[in-house]
């Protein structure tokens, strides 16, 4: 990778872990994935952003395969997505031959900018949410 997308991964993540993630998780009406830890089998929640279409709710990662929730989807794909302030369990979909940028278009102005700000290496995943 790169030197400069490096850096800019590595500051993205620490902010996001350490101060923004945090915070967020606590507000009500956040949108939040939660996946199972890969290691620890423990829930991990990460504020996300995205948009119920049906029954699938669609997001971009902004580090692909780097990402943390990524690589636990990849373990195991059962997810809770917060809306709304209820949770809804589904099955997540990492799909790396959508076009993020196209998706992104889709998706809530305010996180898509800032996936498109921050992100590295973008990528679509798709939750289909259990009726």
């Known amino acids: 990778m790169p030197r400069l997308a490096d850096l800019r991964f590595r500051a993205a993540t620490t902010f996001q872990r350490r101060v923004a993630n945090p915070l967020l998780r606590r507000l009500p009406l956040q949108t939040v994935l939660e996946t199972t830890g890969r290691v620890s089998g423990l829930p991990r ?44 369990p589904g099955t997540a979909h990492p799909l790396p031959d959508d076009d993020p940028a196209a998706r992104l278009r889709t998706l809530p102005r305010f996180n898509s900018a800032a996936v498109r700000l921050f992100g590295t290496d973008l990528m679509t995943v798709r939750v289909d949410l259990d009726r």
């Open 45 to 88: 929640r990460t504020p996300v952003g995205g948009r119920r279409v049906g029954d699938s709710f669609w997001l971009v990662a902004e580090f692909g395969e780097r990402a943390q929730y990524i690589r636990n989807i990849r373990a195991d794909p059962r997810v809770r997505v917060r809306l709304g302030g209820r949770w809804h």
